[in-house]
């Protein structure tokens, strides 16, 4: 499911990458995108990098945390690793169903302006 708020944009992780990410940057100030949402498949490295990227550009950033995973290994749980992150770094941790509601509620909104 692709839900997006008008005047958003969604980056799959071949465009986030060291080569593009100030590009990505870029286009997100240009839109004046002040908040971004992370959800991709491995938590504790792409996922975490990611979010602290985008925390050092100076964006509020959300991490859909039941749409990531991680390796579990009878050491380590990278999973819980990453949320132990999440919930440290990021401005929120929230489930896909408050994802959606969310950005659900900004369509009339944005359609407006």
């Keep these: 499911v692709h839900l997006l708020a008008v005047g958003s944009f969604r980056v799959g992780p071949e465009l986030f990458q060291d080569s593009s990410k ?17 959800a991709g498949m491995s938590a504790n490295l792409c996922v975490d990098s990611h979010l602290r990227e985008v925390l ?42 408050e994802a959606v509601h969310r950005i659900a509620a900004l369509q009339p909104a944005l359609e407006l302006n």
């Design 22 to 38: 100030d590009d990505i940057i870029l286009q997100l100030r240009k839109r004046s995108i002040r908040t971004v949402l992370l």
């Design 56 to 97: 050092q550009q100076g964006f509020e950033v959300g991490v859909i945390a039941d749409t990531t995973a991680a390796a579990k290994l009878p050491a380590s749980d990278g999973m819980q690793a990453a949320l132990t992150n999440f919930h440290m770094l990021a401005s929120e941790t929230i489930d896909t169903a």
